[in-house]
């Protein structure tokens, strides 16, 4: 049984408190197994790779055959069917339209003393994709990872994908072809993040590292941060449902499933106006975990994170949500724009009843890879921004030196940092030969 | 002296490589040190942010004393000559003119299937700005990291500066004030950032932590990261000066000192097409040093980790820059703009030989928070995009999902993830009733 809360019980502020601290994750510590992983690749290189990959993934590797050669990719490619295959090419269609918009100028001007002032963007030079092998090999991954860095122009897109006892999911690879990557190596773990990061003999470094992965590959992932760029460490998925009583229960109980089903960590949670709607959605997922396919998980993450929570009206709805700060927030409401205006904390709203998130798992054209554990509250979700960076521009005349360059020269000085006036000092010297 | 590296030496790759790779900071070990401070404050709050006051800064707190009162506050920045004053809000405007630039807009859009698509910018609730006290109080930090905050919409703006001694720096006040900061507290170390990541009874927490701080602070960021976003971990800071002959040697001089002086393990490099330039700027450097009251720091930072290269054209030089990836990196060349155009990764560019960096310290208009330590080829300075994060918005009609809603359950079929289907198809099966 998933909590029942409702606004108007005594307790309630506590136990939506307890809800929000609520510890799902018991990350095991492999910390330093992964340092010792990392420590190896870094002094012997391929070797290494080879060893741990024969290890872990039970796969005899050469550094000849760690890469996927072209024709590989093709034969793997090839024996996906061609719905499966144009279900793929919509969805890179539709992720690459949408991350296209997110592409920001550059600017520059000229201001009142006659600087010139700007920024540029360029892209990180060399990326690196994390895909996960076995279960959790999903190809709208490849796709929600490579597109966005494929729009921002990174020229060298790696991939690294382990193939225990050297099975391929021909998916992976193909969405892989689609999104534009371009080396793929059949390695994972720790040892391929530290390949990565580092480099050996085979595989040059890259400059910024993204993609999901198990505890070994977050931890791999944290310690080579500074050296190379890394997207979020990703927590379990959470999706909440907000919704009025002019629903089905059916399909909101299949929403909160579509996220429980991911992990017994996952959470689903639902808030209401409507106390008996609320509980007919909560039947609702009792009668599709009879039959659903990964009902042990799904019951598992429903019974012990899941939630209902009664509310007296939707504006509470938008105070509750906006203290939780979800990864995922379905408004199937009468009027969700009025409902969205009111959430300051989200990584993606999906709005009214006839969008599901789970479309945006794979095709609505967000991304999917977004922020959890109330990380919404100060982060985004997986963009174009993350595969650019800026550089700032700043071009002074004598003119324009001459109207500030004074203030930096007495700015320096209360700091102490005379060098600093020196170099405005020293040309503002020769205006006033 | 400072290493000489000519391009036509048989050696220079080697040299060069070594430089890149130079190991130039030993932070101590306080890792144990802060895990302990951190769960000090969460177990006992504020009664531990006073006795670690006590310790670390010889000053005696009680709650009540712990924030600076808005007369406090007045005082202070009471007592600030009116020519600084008048410096800091010059600087100020200068730089909320160039960060209200940087604010991106909403976008929404319909696409060809009927689908409601876009993002949204939200502001993060309450930020957190961790100043240093003592020798590093810098006001420009202050208005570097409060501004952008601002700027973006930030409503809560906590400040923590520590005062050891009870020593308060007025400017750093009055440049608080000046931003627009909304609550100061006199407390430093890991405690400040525990009581910000977490909160006490006095200081409420906020969900995003940045600003400059000794190794406490920095292993502190890095350990509430997560429960709060934090901006980048800054190394010691760093200069690169590409210049032609056409240049007075002590400009470059005092420009290469300009970093030098602010720690022994900052670098200053100059690549030069003119190996008597080079020499003369070398010249310049140590007479500069005979007079420059910082000149033991400055001195050691040049000997221990500076460097003069000389290449055969800019192109070369533009090469070897973009495998520096520099924080600072000025181009007083005679067309710096087509110099630029080459730069890939860098944190600022400075344009030409009347732009030194330390305009952009104070006064230009960028910020002067910017990736060091080579991160410039995958992260970017501090901007308004750091106190901002985007919702990613989607709403469905029937008709756009009967439109690609069967992809989306091809997919989730292809990763086993049944319900993500089911929550697409229990709506198409309604369309097609």
């Not at 994170?305 to 379905?330: C, K, T, W």
């Amino acid at each position: 049984m998933p909590q029942f809360l409702n606004a108007t019980d005594a307790d309630f502020e506590a136990r939506f408190a307890a809800l929000l601290t609520m510890k799902r994750e018991d990350a095991p510590d492999v910390d330093e197994a992964v340092a010792a992983i990392i420590a190896d690749v870094r002094a012997r290189g391929d070797a290494a790779i080879c060893d741990l990959t024969s290890r872990f993934d039970r796969l005899d590797l050469t550094p000849e055959t760690m890469r996927f050669s072209a024709d590989e990719i093709a034969d793997y490619a090839g024996q996906v069917s061609a719905e499966d295959r144009a279900a793929l090419e919509l969805a890179a269609a539709r992720i690459r339209a949408y991350h296209d918009r997110q592409m920001p100028r550059d600017e520059s001007w000229v201001d009142e003393t006659g600087a010139t002032l700007g920024w540029r963007w360029t892209p990180v030079s060399a990326a690196g994709l994390y895909v996960p092998g076995g279960l959790a090999s999903y190809p709208s991954s490849v796709l929600m990872n490579a597109v966005p860095a494929r729009v921002a122009g990174v020229e060298r897109l790696v991939m690294c994908v382990p193939t225990p006892d050297g099975v391929v999911n021909p998916l992976v690879l193909l969405a892989a072809q689609i999104s534009g990557v371009t080396e793929i190596y059949r390695i994972g773990g720790a040892q391929a993040v530290a390949a990565m990061a580092y480099g050996t003999d085979t595989i040059a470094p890259v400059d910024k590292i993204t993609g999901p992965g198990n505890a070994f590959v977050a931890a791999a992932k944290r310690r080579v941060f500074g050296r190379v760029g890394i997207d979020m460490i990703a927590g379990p998925s959470e999706i909440l449902v907000i919704a009025d009583a002019q629903n089905d229960p059916d399909w909101i109980a299949v929403d909160l499933l579509s996220q429980a089903e991911h992990d017994e960590s996952a959470q689903s949670i639902l808030i209401t106006d409507d106390a008996a709607f609320g509980a007919a959605v909560a039947r609702a997922v009792d009668k599709r975990l009879e039959t659903l396919e990964r009902r042990a998980i799904a019951g598992a993450s429903w019974r012990d994170f899941g939630a209902v929570v009664v509310v007296r009206d939707l504006a509470q709805a938008a105070e509750l949500s906006n203290r939780i700060a979800p990864e995922h927030l379905e408004l199937a409401v009468a009027d969700p724009d009025a409902l969205a205006a009111k959430i300051t904390h989200a990584g993606a709203i999906f709005l009214g009843q006839w969008t599901p998130e789970a479309i945006g798992d794979y095709i609505g054209g967000p991304n999917h890879v977004l922020p959890t554990a109330r990380s919404a509250r100060f982060s985004s979700g997986l963009s174009v921004m993350d595969f650019i960076k800026r550089t700032t521009m700043a071009r002074m005349t004598p003119e324009s030196l001459h109207a500030i360059g004074p203030a930096a020269v007495r700015l320096a000085t209360s700091e102490s940092l005379e060098a600093h006036g020196l170099s405005v000092q020293a040309r503002l010297d020769r205006l006033n030969r």
